[in-house]
């Protein structure tokens, strides 16, 4: 088969396409032919050498995919060969064929193509599991998320709104705010122009933030901790604006509020697998049922994988690119 193999750490020069040896279907694993796999932020890193993958997964980049079922594993149970599926992986998505944990496969959702669905497995579970199972978000709260028009943005504002929560967003220009505003988020700020704690506050008489999802990290702790309500939870997913802040316990302690961290890639099969049927479980519906979309911004052929990785390096995109087969 063909894959995209990072030829050294670099810039998207170093994306190449080419044939790798066909990976094998162990027991618990089901082989998938990818029809479509997109990119995250985190495949930039994996690229420059500083996000190598986890132990047993390809070497090539790839978090997420869709396809069809070509073989079960024999331990496997619920799938046969020709479902249509999407996956979350640990990595080898930008490739013809992957093996995927079954506990990481789920199916496409009714109204969704099999191309656009290779974009909802990371975000979704992402969103999912910091937003609702780590952080706690319930009808009537108000969530921040920065970033608003990433991909992972534009699937937590209408997670957000599909759930009954006031969404507020950050982006650094109006295009990319106008388009958060077509999702459902109703406090907008340029975070080029504005200060976020004090225009959320304003937005919500005083309330502020009862959750944060946070991509920035070190640069925006103290804003984000300023802008929470009591009782509000920050999870941090992200480090664009570094690792490492001072944090006022004082501010923190006031607020009874908390600050989370987790990431998805490096949780073990089990957990992931525990995430996923959540997933399924309850916001699947929300998806079938046209609340909550994947939002595309280009399909490129993986192929061109580099052009994809310029294009979401340089920040030009709205919610996901999708490398096609
Ligand atoms: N921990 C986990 O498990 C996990 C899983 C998935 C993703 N993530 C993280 O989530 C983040 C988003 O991932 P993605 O793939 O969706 O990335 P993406 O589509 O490339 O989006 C990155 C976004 O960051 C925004 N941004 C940059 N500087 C900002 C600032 N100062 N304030 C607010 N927004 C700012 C950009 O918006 P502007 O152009 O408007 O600046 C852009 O929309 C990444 O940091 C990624 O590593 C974490």
């Given amino acids: 088969m063909r894959a995209v193999v990072i030829t050294e750490p670099g810039d998207p020069e170093v994306l190449e396409w080419r044939d790798v040896p066909d990976p094998e279907c162990a027991p618990d694993e089901v082989l998938l032919d990818v029809a479509a796999s997109a990119v995250n932020r985190a495949d930039l890193l994996q690229r420059q050498g500083h996000y190598p993958p986890p132990a047993g997964a390809p070497e090539w980049p790839g978090l997420e995919c869709s396809g069809t079922v070509r073989e079960v594993g024999s331990a496997v149970s619920g799938w046969s060969p020709g479902d249509r599926v999407c996956a979350l992986l640990s990595g080898g998505g930008y490739a013809e064929r992957v093996a995927v944990p079954s506990g990481q496969l789920l199916p496409v959702p009714a109204g969704v193509d099999l191309v656009s669905a290779a974009g909802l497995p990371e975000v979704m579970c992402t969103v999912w599991s910091n937003v609702v199972m780590a952080a706690g978000l319930v009808s009537g709260d108000v969530l921040l998320v920065h970033g608003g028009a990433s991909g992972i943005g534009t699937a937590a504002i209408q997670v957000g709104v599909a759930l009954g929560a006031t969404v507020a967003v950050t982006a650094g220009t109006r295009e990319k705010l106008d388009r958060c505003a077509e999702l459902g988020a109703s406090i907008l700020v340029n975070y080029r122009e504005e200060e976020f704690p004090a225009a959320v506050r304003d937005a919500t008489g005083g309330h502020g933030a009862d959750v944060v999802l946070d991509i920035i990290g070190a640069k925006y702790l103290e804003a984000n901790i300023d802008a929470l309500a009591t ?95």
């Fill in 231 to 325: 009782g509000g939870r920050i999870v941090v997913i992200g480090l664009q604006g570094g690792r490492k802040a001072e944090l006022n316990l004082q501010a923190l302690m006031g607020k009874r509020a908390s600050v989370i961290g987790t990431t998805l890639r490096g949780r073990p099969p089990v957990e992931k697998a525990a995430i996923v049927a959540d997933v399924r479980e309850r916001l699947w519906p929300l998806i079938e049922n046209g609340a909550v979309a994947p939002v595309i911004d280009s399909l490129i052929p993986m192929s061109m994988a580099a052009d994809a990785h310029r294009l979401v390096e340089e920040g030009r995109h709205v919610g996901k690119v999708i490398l096609t087969v």
